[in-house]
C-alpha cells in the first residue's frame, strides 16, 4: 500500500466509517485479551462504542483531536484521538491501524499528529495506556519518545475499567 495521508477532523467523521475502524479496533482488542485468557462480555464491543459516541465531542477541537488515516484512494484505514484530561495534560486514545494499511507507519503519523496537535494546544505532558497483549503499542510508544511507567496514570481506561488495570502499561511523554 502506498503511503497514506492524515486527516486532522474538524466534525465528526461520517459515523459508518468512524463504527467501521473502531468495531475492527475493539474486535482485536476483545480477541487479543480472550487469547491472553481473559474473559470478556461478548457486548463489550458494542458498549465500548456506544461509550465513545457518548463522549465523541470531546476528541475535537478545540480541546481535542480526531485523526484519520486514509489510503491514496481515500478510504480510511486508522485513526486516533486525543483528550484533555486537565489544563496540562493530553490522553491518547484509541489508535488503529487496519490490517491493510500496517506496516505503512499509518500508525506512526497518527500518533505524530496528535503530538503536534498537543504542542500546538500548548499542552506539557501526554498519557496514554494500552493492554499487555497490544505488542505493537508497547513497542511503538517508546520510539516516539514516551517512557513506560511503572506506577498507574488514571487515564480513562484505568477509572471505567477497573477489571483491566493488572493487564495496562502506561506510558508518558513530556512536551515542554
Avoid at 2 to 26: F, M, R, T, W
Avoid at 115 to 126: S, T, V, W
Wanted: glycine share 8%.
Amino acid at each position: 500500500m502506498a503511503s497514506v495521508v492524515i486527516e486532522h477532523c474538524k466534525e465528526l467523521p461520517d459515523k459508518e466509517v468512524l463504527n467501521d475502524l473502531l468495531g475492527q479496533y475493539y474486535g482485536l482488542i476483545v480477541t487479543r485479551m480472550q487469547a491472553y485468557g481473559f474473559d470478556i462480555d461478548p457486548a463489550a464491543p458494542e458498549s465500548a462504542l456506544a461509550e465513545f459516541w457518548q463522549n465523541a465531542t470531546d476528541y475535537l477541537p478545540p480541546t481535542g483531536c480526531l485523526v484519520l488515516a486514509r489510503d491514496p484512494d481515500g478510504n480510511a484505514v486508522g485513526c486516533g484521538m486525543l483528550k484533555c484530561l486537565d489544563a496540562e495534560t493530553g490522553e491518547l486514545k484509541r489508535l488503529f491501524v487496519s490490517e491493510m494499511a500496517r506496516g505503512t507507519g499509518a500508525g506512526r503519523k497518527l500518533v505524530e499528529a496528535r503530538i503536534a496537535f498537543a504542542r500546538e494546544l500548548g499542552l506539557k505532558r501526554l498519557v496514554v495506556d494500552t493492554l499487555t497483549p497490544n505488542v505493537e503499542m508497547r513497542s511503538l510508544y517508546p520510539k516516539l519518545g514516551f517512557t513506560e511507567v511503572a506506577d498507574p496514570i488514571e487515564t480513562t481506561t484505568y477509572q471505567d475499567q477497573p477489571m483491566l488495570r493488572p493487564h495496562m502499561h502506561f506510558f508518558v511523554m513530556d512536551l515542554t
